[in-house]
Nanobody
């Protein structure tokens, strides 16, 4: 069972940047896709960004051009670089690892990002 641990959240002002990190207990290359999702108070968890085993990336429209997902396979880490943050980006951010075979999803415990106006 893989374990994911997020870090890097915090309180920032609008327009500032943050980098989130996700450390996996095993090889991230074993997963078809790694990603970031977020959940704001009173809302459902939503997709933010994913990166496939082949390196392809996908972003939610709301973060396109501001957020960048990347990875370090050797370190088993996935990152989310967030710039030009907005108050509406405030949420708990979760790291996800997905395996197509068996449709397995693994989640971290989340890290809080708060953007003040």
């Amino acid at each position: 069972q893989v374990q994911l641990a997020e870090s890097g959240g915090g309180l920032v002002q609008a327009g500032e940047s943050l980098r989130l990190s996700c450390t996996a207990s095993g090889s991230i290359f074993s997963f078809d896709r790694m990603g970031w999702y977020r959940q704001a108070p009173g809302k459902q968890r939503e997709f933010v960004a994913t990166i496939t085993r082949g390196g392809g990336t996908n972003y939610a429209d709301s973060v396109k051009g501001r957020f960048t997902i990347s990875r370090d396979i050797a370190k088993n880490m996935v990152y989310l670089n967030m710039s030009r943050l907005k108050p509406e980006d405030t949420a708990i951010y979760y790291c996800n690892a997905h395996q197509v075979y068996g449709n397995n999803d693994y989640w971290g415990q989340g890290t809080q990002v708060t953007v003040s106006s």
